[in-house]
């Protein structure tokens, strides 16, 4: 699946550079290019697709479960001058940009203005940002050209996919119901969360392309959500979405002891040598009710704590 092994690929490039001396030439990755100028030209390029394509948004409108191969959005007809005319069919169509809903967020110091079509909304609860979810997807460029799709349903770690799904996943439901195993040993869901995002490049690939999606490329992904699971990626017992301390969706950027190592995946969260998942002395399973030295912070986020500890 290129959405996850897009992921895995840009980690061994890092590698690969760090461990290739300068004389060797072999890896060419464009440097990046500044997040906010970038984000102007592609909020540009995303309303003028936004602005002309339409769905078929009538389908919709009858309770059922439906797919991604349902979801189909076509250009608007042109003149012979290249001139956009008007939609065609507006009972049946509607105009992407009159049924998207725009959600502002702040990433790596900018903000970014993202779209989602919502066309079924999914029965069970939401998936935080750092969960596992369980979907079935399409990718395509704003050429309207594919570049990927999954053929059986796939798990993924929000956290180890494009920035753009965990700021999305989170505003749709999943399934309330277990899986339907057909005759041919496939499994049926019904009543999941079915969406379309359109991302700006900055919470997709950014400068790093490939064959098949070229650097800096907006996204189109269609997708099935049906099931999620919450991770503890560091195992020091509290949730991963827990240990964003900031409420921004992003706990890449929560770092308490600032050994460059974010809380999700630090079972030391303060630095202070004592596992996060042995600061819960009460064994309540609620760290923040342990402070110690009753300065307000909780034990595993306060090195200080195990000090004062020690000399009483």
Not at 247 to 269: H, V
């Amino acid at each position: 699946m290129l959405l996850k092994r897009k992921f895995i690929a840009v980690i061994v490039i890092i590698m690969a550079m760090v461990g290739c001396n300068k004389d060797d030439d072999s890896i060419d990755i464009e440097p990046p290019r500044d997040r906010g100028e970038q984000q102007i030209v592609d909020k540009d390029s995303l309303l003028g697709y936004l602005n002309s394509h339409y769905y078929n948004s009538s389908l919709f409108e009858t309770d059922g479960d439906y797919s991604i191969d349902d979801v189909v959005i076509s250009e608007l007809p042109k003149d012979d001058e290249g001139n956009y005319l008007s939609l065609p069919d507006p009972d049946i169509n509607t105009l992407l940009i009159d049924d998207v809903v725009i959600k502002t967020i702040n990433f790596s110091d900018t903000e970014y203005e993202i779209y989602y079509l919502r066309l079924t909304n999914g029965d069970g609860e939401s998936p935080k940002f750092s969960d596992d979810i369980l979907v079935s997807y399409s990718g395509q460029l704003l050429n309207d050209s594919n570049f990927d799709k999954s053929t059986t349903p796939v798990t993924f770690d929000l956290m180890g996919v494009v920035p753009g799904w965990r700021y999305i996943m989170v505003d749709f439901n999943t399934s309330s119901e277990n899986a339907i195993i057909n005759t041919d040993g496939t499994l049926s869901y019904s009543n999941y969360g079915l969406g379309v995002m359109f991302l700006p490049s900055g919470l997709g690939y950014f400068n790093t392309g490939s064959s098949g999606i070229p650097t800096y490329s907006p996204l189109i992904f269609k997708f099935e959500l049906y099931k999620n699971q919450h991770n503890d990626h560091d195992g020091d017992g509290i949730l991963s979405h827990l240990e964003d301390l900031n409420g921004n969706l992003n706990p890449l950027d929560d770092d308490t002891d600032e050994d460059d190592i974010p809380n999700f995946n630090d079972p030391d969260d303060d630095g202070d040598g004592v596992s996060t998942n042995l600061e819960d002395l009460n064994d309540n399973g609620d760290w923040d009710d342990d402070d110690s030295n009753g300065n307000g912070i909780p034990n595993y986020l306060d090195k200080l704590d195990r000090l004062q500890r020690e000399d009483n």
